[in-house]
């Protein structure tokens, strides 16, 4: 079996200290409509999404939606631009489902704290204690790694975002006696023993290592200590929280792009079944969930109230961490970040050809997101796409 690129949800840590990503509330009301009669400028506010949505294509993306919450205004704005597939129609719709990539990782810790508040796992719970098989397996650095260090990436983990890594795991699967696992629920937990096993990349405890492996392996914590599926449980508690999402693209969602530039762009070529098992399947709670904008915004909207003090389907302890994040640290699925000003909270995600951002006022009370059917990164790193999605972002909040 010979690894493929590997395509990983990306999350880029290293965001400029005023980087303004995007969020978002929904729900309409009469107290809405009111706040629009007191503010005139709040009925353009679809135009200008628009506009903005129109100005992001014209610097190179294939499509894009923004959203915006106003600050006191419980209503979703949304504005779209450019097309669901390149040099042909149809046009992009914000209600077409989007790939969130590591922007669902904040789903898996809340997941992880839901199931926590109900006694199920604890914060300091360490995987051997529900994957007992890794006790004479896994290296003697990761025996005190908790469920927490993995969610705040300091569990030492490598990220398992390099095409090198992959191939790492081609190797040891093709070493394998038995039969290889045919669930994405077993697979996990061979890659819980293949990971552990292994030396660490930084020292646990310590200094941040962003990690889709350590995602991974909070999943596999989960699964063993409800004897659920991941998939399952993800899906059951966003229906709880009245939240749509899908694990696969619908017939309607858009094409994903992926070039170092806008010139050269090209539709995201999947990857071959064998190995989608694993980097779609298996490593799903670190980020592969699909949402319609609105979707996204009644996801933010939960944050927006709990960190307001409203009442919120979300667990106490996962929305009290966010709400004391200081800046610049990272914790269950967000970065605590200045920006225009602002105290919030900040993450990326790019996967499959897709690439968003997201911005939530750490009081709650404004939010911004930009989604895009394109992914690319320049020779450095750098993404030109996410440049884009911040300038547009950025324009949205200077008001």
Partial sequence: MSAPLLRRRAFLPLLPAFLLPAAVLSACGGGAEREEIRHPELLQETARLNEVAGAAVAAGLVGAVFGSQPEGLQKLYLGSAGLSRQSQGPALSSEQPFQLGSLSKAMTAALAAELVRQGKLRWDSRPAELLPELIALQHPDFAAITLRQLLDHRSGLPAFQDPSELEE?????????????TSDRERRRLLARWMLARKPALPPGQELLYSNAGYTLAGAMMEAATGQDFDSLLLNWARGLGLELSLNPAPRAPQGHVGPKPQSLKPFEALAPEWAVWVDGALRPSGNVWMSPAAYGRWLAEHQR?????????????????????????GLGWVAMQAQGRRGLVHTGAYLGFMGMVFVQQDGKTAYFGLSNTEGNNEDGSSWVLNVLTQAVLQLASR
């Fill in 169 to 181: 795991l081609a190797a040891y699967l093709a070493i394998q006696t038995e039969p290889l696992p």
């Fill in 306 to 330: 709990a960190l307001q003090g409203q009442t919120h389907g979300l667990a106490p302890e996962y929305v009290q961490r966010l709400r004391q994040l200081p800046e610049g640290e990272y």
